[in-house]
């Protein structure tokens, strides 16, 4: 939409030039209008029109003349623009052109999106560069919570949008199966079993408490028993080691369940074991040191990540000889390079800011462009019921988990809340609002819309009302309210909604669209009857519905929302 208005505004440009009113010269050879950039923008109000552009403002100082000049002479050509869409055009403070479109012009948007189908939204900007999205990655030793929750919502979404701008996306979660915190999970387990086999043991201080573990245990007794529990050392002396994998896998387990029901599928899951089997942990360090940054102190390897703007360098081989999870993560991100991905994406908790310097030192170190790596962060999540806080735990070693609040609002609810602010700022995420078939719910109010224009289809559909699959211009024409307008002109930005989306990397801005466009479409709705007594008008109505809902569906579809046809 913004590039019909940059090409109104070039060719008014282009005439200024040629008539000399205009000195500055373009660069030789070069399309288009380069001497300034040409930023058009949407006003906030609607006083100041449909678009404003700066160039003038831009111009100025290197015509050497007021820019209120230079608008003045832009704002002549581009009322007279050949395209006949400009109703007029105006210069406003300092020197800023606003451009007023006739209403045919939104007309035209409105077919366009229509005929487009379920490709309207659709873009080619990624022009299928190859984009990798970790996100989750959760250590399995506990269930996911709702903090894991708001990452994964965001992350999926975040996929879907790059494939609607043109990218080709793999979502991957990398699975932190080694190291301490699995060995504390193995001996948790491996002590409750114990205690369900009726003999005594000492729990490990720094164990994971939590429900899950003894339901765990349970698992591994229903499957292995106790063996011979007359004799203690059958039951005492099965390895942690052995627990640690059947932890494991049960805790993989629900977390896809967990995930599967959130609508998330991802395309990889990488073990952080199997880069240590297939030796590519020692490989980076290997290299790294051929590059001459690792060195020996303290009895430990370390990374000289202090040489790449990290405020400490990082140990990689601690003194009893075992590996950081510093050293598996470099060598995953290593990895992700080797697989030849245009872009690579981490969706990580607000806790992990500290990590994001170290982990840019190792795209330095092998002379990698860092740019390439984009880091989301996402903030805490808080629980509400009805305003009021809700305790995070309700047994000790626990948590409020993502199953939980999908158990008590649904799905749909649960990704939509966590997607309706920006993700790096705190939310609050209200329990009963969340629940309530009421306007002032969002993800009720946006799915609403959609079910309210399926309601109404039927309803056509049942006085006899058989819409065309293609509009004609004549009858789009009868779209004459302002409110109507409106519609048009809020559906007409989607594709650039999408657009920033994706370049920008925040989900959120499909959520406030969606609000926005369903806060325009119900008052519209509760003022004016869609099916009339005039065919022409119920058709032109209908058509705009059908836009509606269609943009609804698909936005909501790229939060990974459903789009009821009856609430």
């Known amino acids: 939409m913004t590039r019909a208005i940059r090409d109104i505004i070039r060719r008014a440009l282009d005439a200024a030039a040629k008539d000399g009113e205009i000195k500055t010269e373009r660069p030789a050879g070069k399309a288009g209008w380069l001497a300034v950039p040409i930023i058009v923008e949407r006003p906030k109000k609607e006083e100041f029109g449909d678009f404003s552009t700066n160039a003038a403002m831009l111009l100025a100082p290197l015509e050497g003349r007021p820019a209120r000049e230079i608008a003045d002479a832009l704002a002549r050509r581009i009322a007279a623009d050949p395209s006949k869409n400009v109703s007029r055009c105006e210069v406003a403070g300092p020197g800023f052109i606003n451009v007023f479109l006739e209403k045919s012009w939104w007309h035209e948007r409105l077919k366009e999106m229509l005929e487009k189908g379920t490709g309207y939204g659709d873009t080619d900007i990624g022009a299928g560069k190859r984009v990798q999205v970790e996100f989750v990655s959760a250590n399995p030793t506990g269930p996911l919570h709702i903090g894991h929750g708001r990452g994964a919502a965001v992350g999926d979404s975040l996929a879907n949008i790059l494939k609607a701008a043109g990218f080709e996306v793999t979502k991957e979660y990398y699975i932190n199966d080694v190291g301490r915190q699995m060995q504390t999970l193995g001996e948790s387990v491996r002590a409750r079993y114990i205690e369900l086999c009726g003999l005594e043991t000492r729990f490990p201080e720094d164990g994971y408490k939590g429900e899950y573990v003894k339901e765990i245990a349970r698992d591994y007794l229903e499957r292995h028993g106790c063996g011979m529990t007359n004799q203690p050392s059958s039951t005492a002396n099965r390895s942690a080691g052995e627990f640690q994998e059947f932890a494991r896998g049960i805790m993989l387990e629900r977390i896809k369940k967990d995930l599967a029901d959130f609508g998330v599928e991802f395309d990889v899951w990488k073990s952080e074991k199997a880069l240590y089997e297939s030796g590519l942990v020692g490989d980076t360090i290997e290299e790294l040191k051929k590059r001459g940054h690792v060195y020996e102190g303290e009895g430990a390897v370390w990374f000289r990540t202090t040489a790449f703007k990290d405020d400490k360098d990082r140990v990689l081989v601690k003194a009893d000889?075992?590996?950081?999870?510093?050293?598996?993560?470099?060598?995953?991100?290593?990895?992700?390079?080797?697989?030849?991905?245009?872009?690579?994406?981490?969706?990580?908790?607000?806790?992990?800011?500290?990590?994001?310097?170290?982990?840019?030192?190792?795209f330095k170190a092998f002379g990698h462009d860092e740019r390439m790596l984009k880091i989301i962060f996402i903030q805490?999540?808080?629980?509400?019921?009805?305003?009021?806080?809700?305790?995070?735990?309700?047994?000790?070693?626990?948590?409020?988990?993502?199953r939980e609040v999908m158990d008590e609002v649904g799905k749909d609810a649960t990704r939509f809340f966590f997607l309706m602010r920006k993700s790096d700022a705190h939310l609050d995420f209200d329990l009963e609002l969340a629940k309530r078939q009421a306007p002032e719910n969002p993800v009720y109010y946006v799915q609403y819309c959609h079910a309210r224009i399926m309601s109404i289809t039927a309803f056509a559909g049942e006085k006899g009302v058989s819409l065309p699959q293609s509009p004609d211009m004549e009858v789009l024409e009868k779209l004459e309210l302002k409110e109507e307008t409106d519609i048009i002109k809020h559906l007409a930005a989607f594709e650039e909604v999408v657009e920033k989306s994706a370049v920008e990397m925040e989900p959120h801005r499909i959520t406030f669209y969606l609000t926005e466009l369903a806060g325009l479409f119900h008052p519209y709705y509760n003022r004016n009857r869609v099916v009339t007594d005039d065919t022409e008008t119920t058709f032109a109505r209908l058509f705009l519905c059908r836009a509606v809902a269609g943009v609804t569906r698909k936005g909501l579809g790229l939060l990974g929302v459903g789009a009821p046809v009856t609430m």
């Open 321 to 362: 000889g075992q590996m950081t999870y510093f050293a598996s993560d470099i060598a995953y991100h290593r990895e992700k390079v080797k697989r030849g991905f245009d872009r690579i994406v981490n969706v990580w908790g607000a806790d992990h800011h500290g990590y994001e310097a170290r982990v840019r030192a190792l």
């Open 380 to 402: 805490l999540v808080a629980l509400l019921r009805g305003g009021a806080p809700v305790a995070m735990g309700k047994r000790e070693g626990e948590f409020v988990t993502l």
